[in-house]
Nanobody, 115 residues
């Protein structure tokens, strides 16, 4: 099985920064995609950013230039550096891993941006 554990959420003022981390454990394939989704109250869960095990990245337009996704394959860990945070970024952020045609999710970490 695969477990994902997030950390790094919290409360920050608009314009501030946070860094999220997600450590994967269990049976991790060398080929996978990891990333982050977010869900604001009353809204669906949406993609934020993805990164493949080869380092290719994909971002939703609203975070381009502000957020950076990275990973440490040796530690099976993915990071999300979030800068210039806005009130609209307030959401529960979920870590995501896809491997061998299966999706796995973390428990979520709250990010709240005060304006």
């Amino acid at each position: 099985q695969v477990q994902l554990v997030e950390s790094g959420g919290g409360l920050v003022q608009a314009g501030g920064s946070l860094r999220l981390s997600c450590a994967a454990s269990g049976r991790i394939s060398g080929l996978n995609t990891m990333g982050w989704y977010r869900q604001a109250p009353g809204k669906q869960r949406d993609l934020v950013a993805l990164i493949t095990s080869g380092g290719s990245t994909n971002y939703v337009d609203s975070v381009k230039g502000r957020f950076t996704i990275s990973r440490d394959n040796a530690k099976n860990t993915v990071y999300l550096q979030m800068n210039s945070l806005q009130a609209e970024d307030t959401a529960v952020y979920y870590c995501y891993l896809n491997q061998l045609f299966r999706n796995y999710w973390g428990q979520g970490t709250q990010v709240t941006v005060s304006s």
